[in-house]
T-cell receptor
Framework: KQEVTQIPAALSVPEGENLVLNCSFTDSAIYNLQWFRQDPGKGLTSLLLIQSSQREQTSGRLNASLDKSSGRSTLYIAASQPGDSATYLCALTQGGSEKLVFGKGTKLTVNP | EAGVVQSPRYKIIEKKQPVAFWCNPISGHNTLYWYLQNLGQGPELLIRYENEEAVDDSQLPKDRFSAERLKGVDSTLKIQPAELGDSAVYLC???????????FGPGTRLLVL
């Protein structure tokens, strides 16, 4: 059974700092991996999607990498801002299924 | 483009009472998902619809949970009777058939007393 782990569970950083969020998974036979953002009381917003054949994706200050062989993905946030404060979840799908398997998330706080 | 709409946003009920949640997906999205999110956890899929057909309901506790998607658009998720452990956020998401990006609604936060 696929298990997705996100460490740390919570992270607090000062504004302007670059940071990395980690996601690991137990079964490397994945179809794609996504990073989502969830604000309190709101739904999830997809940030980046990496296909299994890709190594990374970039959008603005965000860069996500994928290393299937080691079962790891990272989300890099450059020059963090207070508006980046949210919970970040990684989720993946496996071949033949559109079912997303989520980690528990990392709650990020960026302090002004 | 309007996003996924869910109602109600909050619901408080006593245990053993029935409750229903409603979801209106993004126009043109054939695939609809219901997820359960417990506090401090990631969402877990309850059921997935392709148009009117439930194609994956393996995680739906069928003794008390039911869902329908009449006409392949709106969907309702029902719990009868509710238990204390059902307190959670119920998320609805939709996507174009075969697409990889799911769009989530704001969720319904359920509290069972």
């Amino acid at each position: 059974k696929q298990e997705v782990t996100q460490i740390p569970a919570a992270l607090s950083v000062p504004e302007g700092e670059n940071l990395v969020l980690n996601c690991s998974f137990t079964d490397s036979a994945i179809y794609n991996l996504q990073w989502f953002r969830q604000d309190p009381g709101k739904g999830l917003t997809s940030l980046l999607l990496i296909q299994s054949s890709q190594r990374e994706q970039t959008s603005g200050r965000l860069n996500a990498s994928l290393d299937k062989s080691s079962g790891r993905s990272t989300l890099y946030i450059a020059a963090s801002q207070p508006g980046d404060s949210a919970t970040y979840l990684c989720a993946l799908t496996q071949g033949g299924s559109e079912k997303l398997v989520f980690g528990k998330g990392t709650k990020l706080t960026v302090n002004p | 483009e309007a996003g996924v709409v869910q109602s109600p946003r909050y619901k408080i009920i006593e245990k053993k009472q029935p409750v229903a949640f409603w979801c209106n997906p993004i126009s043109g999205h054939n695939t609809l998902y219901w997820y359960l999110q417990n506090l401090g956890q990631g969402p877990e899929l309850l059921i997935r619809y392709e148009n009117e057909e439930a194609v994956d309901d393996s995680q739906l506790p069928k003794d008390r949970f039911s869902a329908e998607r009449l006409k392949g658009v709106d969907s309702t998720l029902k719990i009868q009777p509710a238990e204390l452990g059902d307190s959670a956020v119920y998320l609805c998401a939709s996507s174009r058939q075969g697409a990889e990006t799911q769009y989530f609604g704001p969720g319904t936060r359920l509290l069972v007393l």
